[in-house]
């Protein structure tokens, strides 16, 4: 029995189709001669019995035809296998024909013999498969196939990955926008239409978005409208004070000094109160002026030495930059951050003992940054209480509260107006040395 695997060997390389062709011709000459023997040797009958066998094992249909176009076997022609024999046997050559015009159809093949009898025949039949089936066991096409494979499903993955986590990162990046003051974002828009459970997630965080901004502003606006409100009782307390002095006794003087002190000190809460809001209105504040920190710096130390000198106290400034420092911000702010950390110091710092004002440029996380330390000679913070001591009215029992003067406001203020020059604030203990607060912002270029 003859077989396509009989050629494998024989095949010679080059271009898929030329070998392709080259495989089908050598395999139905084989066939054709074989057919053309049994015809001669077993006549009609003999070659119906090889052809069936050949036909059912090579799942072909094959025609042994001779020069006036007569099935040998007896068999009938179809139309397609006697066109191609008639131009197999005009032109003496080898005919194929793609009746079907598709890649992976199966084309007829005519192949013209030449008997020793000197008759022409023609061995003709539908080739027992395409040139598609043929590529696609070529190892070459196999590699190919199975890269196309393995980088559709990677696209499609990435697509896939892309498409679910999409809402996860504008929730991501919409959070941190939240974390730093802006509470306007919303993200249900990027969405679209989708109506997946990440859409339903990105509606639910737009709705806690709008609740948290509506508290904060209502927060807002009663701290500011409660301030305002108090100033006019204080400023009527004032002159009733003053009135009252003048026709007070020396014996009462004791006691309106205390209530004058106690006002003074809600007017200055009410009005730490207020540049707190004022701060955070303007968290959104762009393109702010330069501000030369090397000439603030010496500002606030002008004034502070005058608050040191009471305690026997003074106040260093090393300026470790060779030039001035430069930053982008609010001028008024600034000082007020600044100064409030340097007051603070001086009040807590032992007597006698120096304050020091430290100015250095950095990098912190690739990008550089003014470093401003203040450090006291102080018993410093308990190491639990150092990120708490930025948070509004926060006060350390027995270090630092109203009887020295605080009323945990303005390191409050310090933090809010750091942040909003996009610097970053901390405190941390020096050994035996006191507090350290450490303000880092951008340095402007």
Known sequence: MVTMFAFTSTLRSGPPVL??????????????QYSIDTYFNSGSSGLLEYKNRIDNSLNI???????????????????????????????????????EKLIIGKPIIAVPFTAK?????????????????????????????????????FLLCYCLA?????PIRSIQAASRRIAAGDLSVRISHIIGNRRDELADLTKDFDRMAERIEALIMSQRSLIRDISHELRSPLTRLHLALALARKSASPETF???????????????????LLTISRIEMEMQTANMPQVNLTDLIGEITSDAHFEAQSRGCSVEVIFRPPEDVHIQGNRDLLKSAIENVVRN???????????????????????????LQVQDKGHGVPDQFLERIFHPFFRVDNARDRK???????????????????????????????????MLFPQSI
């Open 162 to 166: 892309r498409y679910l986590t999409n």
């Open 254 to 272: 004791t006691a309106l000094d205390r209530i004058e002190l106690e006002a003074d000190r809600l007017n200055q809460l009410i009005q730490q």
């Open 61 to 99: 249909q094959s025609f042994l035809i001779d020069e006036e176009l007569k099935e040998c076997s007896g068999n009938m022609l179809p139309d397609t296998i006697l066109h191609i024999a008639r131009l197999s046997l005009i032109s003496g050559k080898t005919e194929f024909k793609n009746y």
């Open 345 to 371: 110091a001086i009040r807590y710092t032992a007597e006698g003992t120096t304050v020091t004002i430290n100015l250095d440029v950095t990098e912190h996380e690739g990008s550089s940054y003014v470093s």
């Open 404 to 438: 020295t003067g605080g009323m945990g406001i303005g390191l409050a203020i310090t933090e809010r107006a750091v942040r909003l020059h996009g610097g970053k604030v901390k405190a941390f203990n020096e050994t035996n040395k006191g507090l350290v607060v450490e």
């Open 19 to 32: 070998v392709w062709q080259s495989h089908m011709i050598r395999f139905f000459t084989l066939l054709g």
């Open 117 to 153: 009898n000197g008759k022409r025949y023609v061995f003709a039949g539908r080739v027992p498969y395409s040139i598609w089936d043929f590529i696609s066991t070529q190892p070459v096409f196999q590699s190919i196939r199975f890269l196309t494979i393995l980088i559709c499903t």
